[in-house]
């Protein structure tokens, strides 16, 4: 289990299967996944779940997590699928329960992963793809450092509509930037609020 601050991830399993079932029927977390939500069968999925677990222990790490609340309850998925093995290089793919979306658990579950691939795994490169109207996703990854990196036209089809999807990657280095960066607001902040001369100046 890998601990974040309101979420843990754990390896997928196999009684997952409906679990992951409910979610790739459901067309509203498909659509915020970047999927047309085609109809799944639970034998479809558990395929893909055998694929996953196969490959884990190629990789020594999982491919895919399940993201709990402390509660226990499931709460999304996000897969890590290697896209350059020589370059440590990962494509990672996030998915949120639509009854948790603005509450900040999406953050939670990227930081998480994102602090497991370069502190743990030893990732240099993190990729993402976006469709360009899916702005929830594009401000999170903008927001923990992500950088636009290319754009495949009109390669995304919902709604007999076309668009773009966008590329945006993240370097170890640069989330070693982000972190420090963030760390520092958080003291500035506390050392502000705790300064009795800031807090004579406000008053």
Partial sequence: ??????????AVERNDAPLLHRWF?????MRGWGWSAPA??????????????????????????VAESVDGDPIGLVVVRVGRPEAHSVELSLLIDAD?????FGTDVLQTVLEACFAGWGVHRVGVSVEVDNERALALYRRLGFEEEGRLRQAAYHDGVHSDILLYGLLAAEW?????????AVVLSRSTREDPFHQLARG
């Fill in 1 to 10: 289990m890998i601990a974040g601050e309101s979420i843990n991830l754990r």
């Fill in 25 to 29: 029927n459901d067309p509203v977390v």
């Fill in 40 to 65: 799944r069968s639970l034998h479809d999925v558990a395929s893909q779940l055998e694929e996953w677990l196969a490959r884990e222990s190629v990789l020594s790490r999982p491919e895919a997590l």
């Fill in 100 to 104: 948790y979306w603005g509450q900040g």
């Fill in 176 to 184: 070693i930037d982000h972190a420090e960066e963030e760390t520092n």
